[in-house]
């Protein structure tokens, strides 16, 4: 796992403050797509088509495919992260209802035919991925571990969760138990995959509880 390397990219890439309408169109239809299709599996003339304007006219915004998949996973992973701060900042709220806020898209993603996370689609093809592109989905990866441990640890901490393992080690069970819940789901159709992998989880997390048959 990339530790410290920067999340760097080109100087042409355009900053969230900067951006054009019309280049938060190209990056909300591009992230549509590397969900349900791949990064590899489409290219800026899907999106010209799709959007009815030049090939040209993405490049003048994203000037290579590696500009355009950065900036997606850029705007993704500190969107997802602005969230999560806002859940874990109310130190009132019950650590199984900041965990359930946590799950919500996973939720939401597995009620669609074929969208996953975008950083769980990335790493199905992680090897093809610019280096940049890599970056970001290793620290959008070990971010949210992070903060699962946290908001476990604190469960703990509270009486309101029973670990069989350390926070950290929990963490990257219940994160790797979401994103395969979805990938097994997009390829089975079975809309009871995530629903019974989160009914597990909460089981194994709070005492006393039994996961429904």
Same mark, same amino acid.
């Given at each position: 796992?990339?530790?410290?390397?920067?999340?760097?990219?080109?100087?042409?890439?355009?900053?969230?403050?900067?951006?054009?309408?019309?280049?938060?169109?190209?990056?909300?239809? $591009?992230?549509?797509?590397?969900?349900?299709?791949?990064?590899? $599996?489409?290219?800026?003339?899907?999106?010209?088509?799709?959007?009815?304007?030049?090939?040209?006219?993405? *490049?003048? *915004?994203?000037?290579?495919?590696?500009?355009?998949?950065?900036?997606?996973?850029?705007?993704?992973?500190?969107?997802?992260?602005?969230?999560?701060?806002?859940? $874990?900042? @109310?130190?009132?709220?019950?650590?199984?209802?900041?965990?359930? *806020?946590?799950? %919500?898209?996973?939720?939401?993603?597995?009620?669609?035919?074929?969208?996953?996370?975008?950083?769980?689609?990335?790493?199905?093809?992680?090897?093809?991925?610019? %280096?940049? /592109?890599?970056?970001?989905?290793?620290?959008?990866? %070990?971010? *949210?571990?992070?903060?699962?441990?946290?908001?476990?640890?604190?469960?703990?901490?509270?009486?309101?969760?029973?670990?069989?393992?350390?926070?950290?080690?929990?963490?990257?069970?219940?994160?790797?138990?979401?994103?395969?819940?979805?990938?097994?789901?997009?390829?089975?159709? @079975?809309? $009871?995959? /995530?629903?019974?992998?989160?009914?597990? /989880?909460?089981?194994?997390?709070?005492?006393?509880?039994?996961?429904?048959?």
């Amino acid at each position: 796992m990339v530790k410290s390397a920067p999340l760097s990219g080109s100087k042409s890439r355009a900053s969230p403050k900067s951006r054009s309408k019309t280049a938060d169109q190209i990056l909300d239809l $591009a992230e549509m797509l590397i969900q349900t299709r791949g990064y590899t $599996a489409f290219s800026y003339q899907d999106i010209a088509d799709a959007m009815g304007i030049r090939k040209a006219s993405i *490049h003048y *915004h994203f000037p290579s495919k590696t500009d355009l998949g950065v900036s997606v996973i850029e705007r993704y992973s500190k969107r997802f992260g602005a969230a999560l701060d806002d859940i $874990a900042a @109310d130190d009132s709220t019950p650590s199984m209802i900041m965990l359930d *806020h946590y799950i %919500e898209p996973y939720i939401r993603f597995s009620k669609t035919p074929d969208q996953v996370c975008l950083s769980g689609a990335l790493a199905g093809e992680i090897l093809a991925l610019p %280096e940049d /592109m890599r970056r970001w989905v290793d620290r959008f990866f %070990e971010w *949210h571990q992070t903060w699962l441990a946290r908001i476990l640890k604190r469960g703990v901490e509270r009486g309101e969760f029973v670990l069989t393992a350390p926070p950290e080690k929990m963490a990257r069970f219940l994160f790797g138990a979401l994103q395969g819940a979805l990938l097994v789901k997009r390829t089975t159709g @079975d809309t $009871a995959q /995530m629903r019974d992998v989160i009914a597990v /989880m909460k089981a194994q997390l709070q005492p006393g509880s039994q996961a429904p048959a």
